[in-house]
């Protein structure tokens, strides 16, 4: 799974006052699978991480077929959820963060034109633009994103939901082949439910 785009921004981008306080602990231990608990809950997939302090849950689509934690942990915490689709993957990353809002940060259109200059410096990546309005979910103060990034190793679409909550990042990247995505408003629609179901736990919940 990529680096999370707001990881890439706290690392290359220093153009703004905001990136000063946008740094990650680089010293944050990898996620150790023996005290993970992952608990289906109806359609729900859920991680639980009690001695990282957090837990976040989603509704993926039927076509996940199975999660898997990446062998070298460049995160706090990572996981990859293929689909039965090739190019088709849900992935989620945790990163010890020192901002308490997204907002510090920048607004979503801020955020979102930072990411497209972030993509412009990947090795391979010829082309980003966004590929709709970003937002903000105004309950949990997380941004939605959406772009196309083309490059040698082809055209995807990617969608991205992302909360600061508790001294923690939480990404959900949705990645899609821009051909499948193109042409299948019923693949849109399935991306689209299952990206805006993301959500952090508070600590009673878990």
């Given at each position: 799974?990529?680096?999370s785009?707001?990881?890439?921004?706290?690392?290359t981008?220093t153009?703004?006052?905001a990136?000063s306080?946008?740094?990650?602990?680089?010293?944050?231990p990898?996620?150790?699978?023996?005290e993970?608990?992952q608990?289906p809950?109806?359609e729900k997939?859920?991680?639980?991480?009690?001695?990282l302090n957090f837990?976040y849950?989603?509704?993926?689509?039927p076509?996940?077929?199975?999660?898997?934690?990446?062998?070298?942990?460049?995160?706090?915490?990572e996981?990859?959820?293929p689909?039965?689709t090739r190019?088709y993957?849900?992935?989620?990353?945790?990163?010890?963060?020192r901002?308490?809002s997204l907002?510090?940060?920048g607004t979503?259109d801020?955020?979102?034109a930072?990411?497209?200059?972030?993509e412009?410096?990947r090795?391979?990546?010829?082309d980003v633009?966004?590929a709709?309005?970003?937002?903000?979910?105004?309950?949990?103060?997380?941004?939605?994103?959406e772009?196309?990034s083309d490059g040698?190793?082809?055209?995807?679409?990617?969608v991205?939901?992302?909360?600061?909550?508790e001294?923690?990042?939480?990404?959900?990247?949705?990645?899609?082949?821009?051909?499948?995505?193109?042409?299948s408003?019923?693949l849109?629609r399935?991306?689209?439910?299952?990206?805006?179901?993301?959500?952090v736990?508070d600590?009673?919940?878990y």
């Amino acid at each position: 799974h990529r680096r999370s785009f707001l990881h890439t921004l706290a690392i290359t981008t220093t153009s703004t006052a905001a990136s000063s306080s946008f740094m990650l602990l680089s010293s944050a231990p990898p996620s150790n699978a023996a005290e993970e608990v992952q608990v289906p809950v109806g359609e729900k997939f859920q991680r639980i991480k009690p001695k990282l302090n957090f837990a976040y849950e989603f509704i993926p689509p039927p076509s996940v077929i199975t999660t898997s934690n990446k062998p070298l942990q460049t995160h706090l915490d990572e996981i990859n959820l293929p689909t039965n689709t090739r190019g088709y993957t849900y992935g989620v990353t945790v990163d010890p963060i020192r901002i308490s809002s997204l907002k510090e940060f920048g607004t979503p259109d801020e955020v979102a034109a930072k990411i497209v200059m972030a993509e412009l410096r990947r090795d391979g990546v010829l082309d980003v633009t966004l590929a709709a309005d970003a937002s903000e979910d105004e309950l949990s103060g997380a941004y939605e994103i959406e772009y196309i990034s083309d490059g040698t190793r082809g055209k995807k679409h990617f969608v991205t939901r992302t909360i600061v909550k508790e001294g923690k990042l939480f990404v959900l990247t949705v990645q899609v082949k821009e051909d499948d995505w193109s042409v299948s408003p019923a693949l849109q629609r399935e991306v689209m439910d299952a990206v805006r179901t993301f959500r952090v736990l508070d600590k009673g919940m878990y």
